[in-house]
């Protein structure tokens, strides 16, 4: 049906309230598919915490950007919390490929992001899962590229099983291509 100004109606998939709506209604989704693992390749569902073991689900369904990048794995968030990506390791800020790692991070970050919280460091930092607006999980993205290593996986796997299948996958992808850093910053294990 035309609009009366005789223009086509707005593309509305791309604004950021019904990216986020339909980012909420997948999440709500993929809950009732699995609890605390994968919907399908790459997307996330909705983490079990700890204290919601009982079945409920604990996802914070707001649309977040960064204030404060501090390197490629942590930064603080619109919401006041500093997040840190679970189970993986970007180098830090003035090592081999710590600028590429953050600026990696800070451009997958720029459109927003939603957090599935499921523990807190010994700094003190929220512990999540990150999840883009598209559903791809940034843990994900940056060890498939090698913009992070697994440093932290073995000592932290049982926080997150699942998500640590899903990183021993993408890590070794990374490896086996040569991909990011492990072209030229770290060793085949890693460091």
């Known amino acids: 049906m035309p609009v009366p100004s005789g223009r086509p109606p707005a593309d509305l ?19 009732s598919i699995t ?17 919601a073991a009982d079945g409920a689900v604990s996802v914070r369904l707001v649309l ?23 189970l993986v390791n970007t180098p830090e800020v003035g090592e081999c490929g710590g600028s590429e790692s953050t600026a990696y991070t800070a451009a997958h970050l720029v459109d927003g992001f939603t957090v599935a919280p499921y523990s807190t460091d010994t700094h003190g930092r929220t512990v999540a899962r ?25 000592d932290f796997r049982h926080e997150a099983p699942g998500y640590a299948a899903e990183l021993d996958v993408a890590f070794a992808e990374a490896r086996t291509a040569g991909a990011g850093h492990h072209g030229g910053c770290w060793t085949t294990d890693g460091t």
Do not use: H, I, K
């Open 13 to 31: 998939s791309r604004r950021p309230g019904v990216v986020l709506l339909r980012l909420t209604a997948a999440l709500l989704l993929a809950g």
């Open 35 to 51: 609890a605390y693992g994968l919907a399908g390749p790459g997307t996330l569902a909705p983490a079990v915490t700890p204290a």
């Open 64 to 86: 977040l950007t960064v204030v404060d990048q501090r390197d490629g794995d942590s930064w603080v968030a619109s919401d006041g919390v500093e997040y840190r990506v679970g």
């Open 130 to 154: 990150v999840v883009l607006p598209d559903g791809r999980d940034l843990g994900v993205v940056l060890a498939r590229n090698g913009m992070a290593d697994d440093r932290y996986l073995d």
